[in-house]
């Protein structure tokens, strides 16, 4: 399933370097999950999950 952004910028798949990824290929989400990080201009956004679907 394909995910995109609402808008353009740096990708982050963890909130921190040390942390885990928000998902990982092959995972389970759910409607409303935090998927990554953007961030434009200084600005960082967690992008959440239109629908449920997996990695595959």
Avoid: C, H
């Amino acid at each position: 399933m394909e995910v995109r952004a609402p808008i353009v910028g740096t990708f982050y798949r963890a909130p921190a370097p040390a942390a885990p990824p928000y998902v990982e290929e092959g995972d389970r989400w759910e409607k409303g999950q935090v998927l990554r990080n953007n961030q434009a201009e200084k600005d960082k956004k967690e992008i959440d999950s239109e629908d449920s679907g997996n990695g595959k």
